[in-house]
């Protein structure tokens, strides 16, 4: 499938700030211009991509989040969350599940898209693995049914049904979306996280461009982002 998957709201789940934007930026670009309503849930605030070790977590957590919060306005995303556990510490646990269930319950999306917990690309941030699975957890079943965390639905957050998740970072992607005409777009929000420009030796723009150039091929596009469909209806 090679066009943008039709949804009216979509909750995107990251481990961290600049993931939703990295690996989804220009279809977020897209489907905010079409009118979808997008909000980004974010679990950690990036503390270990501190350049400086000696310097303060704390405040080097709030600047990411400032990035985060920037960048997503320039997709036209302004729903941001951000659940503050500790980058590089987590795992898919049962609180975890709970917190994101709540999120979900809260926004109400019709699409999900999250990291794929079981690719085999095995060089992977094991934060983003968790974050998938977690995600996965609390989009099917959790949070369709009363019984999974009712003190939720006890103060008001009802059962939801999410139709479809889309994974990014898969190794065997089947939806291809076309971001040729936004990822100009795509590179400028990415730009707004300053602090980690020097995360990508020798620019952000050639190297996003040759990942895109791949993620696009087998669908023949020039640049695309690249996601493994799951049905969860
Ligand atoms: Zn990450």
């Not at 849930?41 to 600047?63: I, Q, Y």
Request: net charge negative.
């Amino acid at each position: 499938m090679a066009d943008l998957p039709a949804a009216s709201r979509v909750l995107i789940v990251g481990a961290h700030p600049d993931d939703p934007d990295f690996f989804c930026g220009g279809t977020v670009a897209r489907w905010t211009a079409a009118g979808t309503v997008v909000a980004y849930v974010v679990v950690t605030s990036g503390d270990k991509g501190m350049p400086d070790p000696a310097a303060d977590p704390l405040a080097f957590s709030r600047r990411r989040e400032a990035e985060q919060e920037v960048s997503a306005r320039a997709l036209g995303v302004s729903d941001v969350t951000f659940l503050r556990l500790t980058d590089g510490e987590v795992f898919d646990t049962l609180e975890l599940r709970a917190r994101l269930t709540a999120e979900i319950r809260r926004f109400r999306p019709d699409l999900i898209v999250t990291h794929d917990p079981l690719t085999r690309r095995y060089r992977q941030h094991p934060d983003h693995r968790a974050v998938g699975a977690a995600t996965l957890a609390a989009a099917f079943p959790a949070c369709r049914l009363a019984t999974f965390f009712p003190e939720q639905v006890a103060a008001g957050l009802a059962p939801h049904v999410v139709g479809r998740a889309l994974l990014f970072g898969s190794d065997q992607p089947d939806t291809f979306v076309d971001i040729a005409p936004v990822f100009e777009r795509k590179i400028a929000a990415l730009e707004q996280h300053v602090s980690q420009a020097g995360a990508f030796p020798g620019g952000l723009h050639p190297r996003l461009r040759r990942w895109a150039e791949e993620a696009g091929r087998p669908a023949g596009l020039a640049l695309a982002e690249a996601f493994l469909a799951v049905e969860l209806e």
